[in-house]
């Protein structure tokens, strides 16, 4: 069984902080997608990233990067010089790699608030 | 805009009737898959289709059921509706299976079922 697992259920910063959001996954399988979704106040769902297990590197997309860790089975995401348009939930999301069942294994999402 | 459309975008009901939700995935998309989002279960897989068939089933009850048409729309009907059915369902869909299935899922911008 897959599953995900985001420990902060919220989290609020100050304007121009930089803030962490961490992710912790579990699965069986040797090769496998993980994801980052950003889900705004109007509600849609905003694909962030996706990374392939056998890649490690770190990418880094603006003001936003990812740190992969297969060894700790983590995939965290940072904001640096956070703003308010960054207010929303934040998923991490895990997909086998392999077989025909290749749907989304969310996790619980992280609020993140930004104030000004 | 991802590219995917969901209609309609709100729905109130009373509850012992039934909706259908309807999803059109991104041109060239074979595979679409339904997700609700509640506040106590957060994002759940509930079905995926692809070309007109079946792949894989997640938390979807009996009283609901999906399929997709020969055009690849596909729609979700829920009957029997109780109160907790309220949830923001989503739409979702990718390239297809096996060695294609490599993109991320686009997602619909939803639509919000309220049972009252």
């Known amino acids: 069984a897959q599953k995900v697992t985001q420990a902060q259920t919220e989290i609020s910063v100050v304007e121009k902080e930089d803030v962490t959001l961490d992710c912790v996954y579990e699965t069986r399988d040797t090769t496998y997608y993980l994801f980052w979704y950003k889900q705004p106040p109007s509600g849609e769902l905003v694909f962030l990233i996706r990374r392939n297990s056998f890649d490690e590197q770190n990418e880094i997309s603006g003001r936003y990067s990812w740190n992969f860790q297969k060894s700790t089975s983590s995939f965290n995401f940072t904001i640096t010089a956070s703003q308010v348009v960054d207010s929303a939930v934040y998923f991490c999301a895990l997909r086998r790699s392999s077989g025909s069942a290749r749907q989304l294994t969310f996790g619980s999402g992280t609020q993140l608030t930004v104030l000004p | 805009d991802s590219g995917v459309t969901q209609t309609p975008k709100h729905l109130i009901t009373a509850t012992g009737q039934r909706v259908t939700l309807r999803c059109s995935p991104r041109?060239?998309?074979?595979?679409v898959y339904w997700y609700q989002q509640s506040l106590d279960q957060g994002l759940q897989f509930l079905i995926q289709y692809y070309n007109g068939e079946e792949r894989a089933k997640g938390n979807i009850l009996e009283r609901f059921s999906a399929q997709q048409f020969p055009d690849l729309h596909s729609e979700l009907n829920l009957s029997s509706l109780e109160l907790g059915d309220s949830a923001l369902y989503f739409c979702?869909?990718?390239?297809?299976?096996?060695?294609?299935?490599?993109?991320?899922?686009?997602f619909g911008q939803g639509t919000r079922l309220t049972v009252v």
């Open positions: 041109s060239g998309d074979l595979s």
């Open positions: 979702a869909s990718s390239v297809g299976i096996g060695g294609k299935e490599n993109t991320e899922a686009f």
